[in-house]
């Protein structure tokens, strides 16, 4: 059945008003990813322009107890695990103790943390103690060369001693390359290596591009390839995805301690295994990362806790079939958004 027919059955079959963290597809819904500031301390080529962006005030940005208001209406829909994110958000001042307070939410079973890891090398020990389940970091190259143009000035030995330092204080981790045809993608198999003797999840990214450059699709490297490239290499074996996983596709090396993941928005979209909801630095709440429509919940969050748990039912409830990011021009920086 093609995409616009199995569409079109969706829409007429008829649904009950769905449950609490169930979208109209049926679609459950436990994850959220919170961002808790729109301000970078790198300048990723994928994420934003060279200039940077547009930082908004002070007044602009949840309180963190704002912040507080939204997850525990969402864990009380039935949101599981939240995602922090940013920009970076080890930049923002009473982030740990914020961590702290997320963690006496009854029903969170699961807060992780995507930073670049810049300044982990100080914090690690601070994050563990906030009780963090895992870390996603960001890193797209392991040539400090090639760090250095990605993240346009990055030093990739602070990021390599942020690992070690997480990875002494017993943090899970996570690594997330985007991978970018003729600039990253002859490193495909030594990042996979990382998992063959460390416990860590080595996750391969397409690149999405979000920000329009010129000639954008000669970087997009499909999900496939990468597979036919660490199969070069490499006996992989499919695994079995965890109930609050992202969209990772997850194998194992053979005889590797950790594992590898493919994440494939523009090959093959994995729309019909949504489990998320956005929820912006400066309040804005988005079914889809690369949706054009966005609620903003600052009025609801002025009319008190009942009000946000309503808005963010009906977010969760209207989610779309699918994203039509294929079929849409516009652009966008991804740290303003918290992607």
Request: contains cysteine.
């Amino acid at each position: 059945m093609t995409f616009k027919l199995a569409h079109k059955a969706f829409r007429n079959k008829t649904f009950s008003r769905p449950e609490l963290n169930r979208d109209h597809f049926g679609r459950t819904v436990n994850y959220l990813r919170l961002s808790v500031t729109d301000r970078c301390n790198l300048r990723c080529c994928y994420c934003m322009p060279p200039s940077g962006i547009s930082k908004c005030s002070h007044d602009e940005v949840l309180r963190y107890e704002e912040m507080m208001q939204v997850s525990r209406a969402a864990v009380s829909l039935g949101i599981e695990k939240i995602r922090i994110t940013g920009g970076e958000p080890l930049v923002r001042k009473g982030l740990l103790s914020f961590l702290q307070r997320l963690n006496s939410l009854p029903g969170l079973s699961e807060i992780t943390l995507t930073t670049n890891g810049l300044l982990l090398a100080e914090m690690a020990s601070e994050i563990k103690a906030a009780d963090v389940n895992r870390l996603n970091v960001s890193l797209d190259s392991l040539q400090p060369e090639t760090y250095a143009g990605i993240t346009r000035g990055g030093n990739l030995k602070k990021v390599l001693a942020g690992l070690d330092a997480a990875e002494r204080v017993g943090l899970g981790l996570k690594l997330n390359m985007v991978v970018m045809r003729g600039i990253n993608d002859r490193e495909i198999c030594e990042f996979a290596a990382l998992s063959v003797t460390r416990p860590w999840s080595v996750r391969f990214i397409e690149y999405m591009p979000t920000i329009r450059e010129k000639a954008w699709r000669n970087r997009v490297l499909p999900g496939s390839e990468i597979i036919k490239s660490l199969q070069q290499k490499y006996s992989l074996t499919p695994l079995e995805a965890t109930r609050l996983c992202g969209p990772a596709k997850p194998y194992r090396i053979d005889g590797a301690v950790g594992t590898i993941g493919i994440i494939t928005p523009m090959s093959d979209h994995f729309c019909g295994s949504c489990n998320r909801i956005r929820v912006t630095s400066t309040g804005m709440v988005k079914s889809c990362l690369l949706s054009e429509g966005a609620f903003d919940l600052k009025p609801a969050l002025a009319k008190g806790y009942d009000t946000v748990r309503s808005a963010l039912s009906d977010v969760i409830e209207g989610k779309s079939y699918r994203h039509n990011f294929h079929d849409n021009q516009r652009s966008f920086q991804m740290s303003s958004i918290g992607g």
